[in-house]
């Protein structure tokens, strides 16, 4: 990219985390090189503040947002699901942030990319329910990795998928199927209302959807793409088509007159 060309800003969520008795806004760097690297963006970290965050001057000012994944699991209140067993990792105040933020995003026409319990949170966010425990659900396989084992282990690739015909994600793949890693316990049960399939595994678990009638693209997967992003063919080509949809988004947003209430590009020069 040259030194004068813009480069897009994309809004990545955060986790909150209990560090050495201190709250923190934390997520994986593997997201933050995604944006930076197969995008070649800039990545904007969103802490998880829940309401305080005015949504619709945030929204306007970013180029996309990056829904990512993490330990911790939707509280089940929020799809009127079971309470969760002892030990399972829930983080209230990204519920509070994301589950808003994905309608609002979706709503102002901004590019999204939601990975693991960012597809989770969408489904959610559109009336849909989860399993919180996949590898329990009669004729299901375990989704899971262990976390004791090494990242290379961890985000192997570890099972096929296969794309809905004339989809979304088959247009972007260029093929009927392709294999992918697993790092999830929970996923989709009920599909939530406007969503459709986009893959599946072997087993039947729902591996991506997208938004049916969204003004931007609005893909979300369940496994994850951020690993090596700019080495898989897969998740080349996942980055490479919401980095398009960004790019034609903040063109559409340049073009909008200042009194109809557009901010313009926040120049970032690489």
């Not at 944006?35 to 503040?49: G, R, T």
């Not at 299901?140 to 994600?169: C, K």
Request: glycine share 8%; net charge negative; with cysteine.
């Amino acid at each position: 990219m040259s030194a004068e060309r813009d480069r897009l800003l994309i809004g990545v969520t955060a986790c909150v985390r209990d560090l050495d008795r201190r709250d923190f806004h934390v997520l994986s760097s593997f997201y933050v090189d995604a944006v930076a690297h197969a995008m070649e963006a800039v990545p904007l970290v969103i802490p998880a503040l829940g309401p305080a965050v005015d949504w619709t001057t945030m929204l306007d000012r970013l180029d996309g947002l990056l829904f990512t994944g993490s330990p911790s699991n939707i509280e089940p209140h929020h799809y009127a699901g079971p309470p969760a067993r002892d030990g399972v990792m829930k983080d209230a105040r990204r519920d509070a942030t994301t589950l808003p933020l994905i309608r609002e995003t979706i709503r102002a026409g901004v590019p999204m990319l939601a990975i693991c319990r960012g597809l989770q949170e969408l489904n959610v966010a559109y009336g849909g329910s989860l399993h919180q425990h996949v590898e329990e659900v009669p004729g299901r396989t375990d989704h899971r990795s262990r976390d004791s084992d090494p990242m290379e282990v961890r985000y192997a690739l570890r099972h096929e998928i296969a794309f809905t015909p004339g989809g979304q994600l088959a247009a972007i793949a260029g093929t009927d199927h392709a294999r992918v890693n697993s790092l999830h316990g929970q996923g989709i049960d009920r599909l939530g209302t406007g969503l459709e399939v986009e893959a599946t595994a072997p087993d039947g678990t729902i591996e991506a959807v997208r938004v049916a009638d969204a003004q931007a693209f609005a893909l979300a997967v369940q496994w994850h793409p951020e690993w090596k992003a700019t080495e898989i063919p897969l998740s080349r080509a996942i980055f490479a088509a919401f980095g398009d949809a960004c790019r034609q988004h903040a063109e559409r947003r340049n073009d909008r007159p200042a009194q109809a209430g557009g901010y313009g590009r926040n120049r970032i020069v690489a």
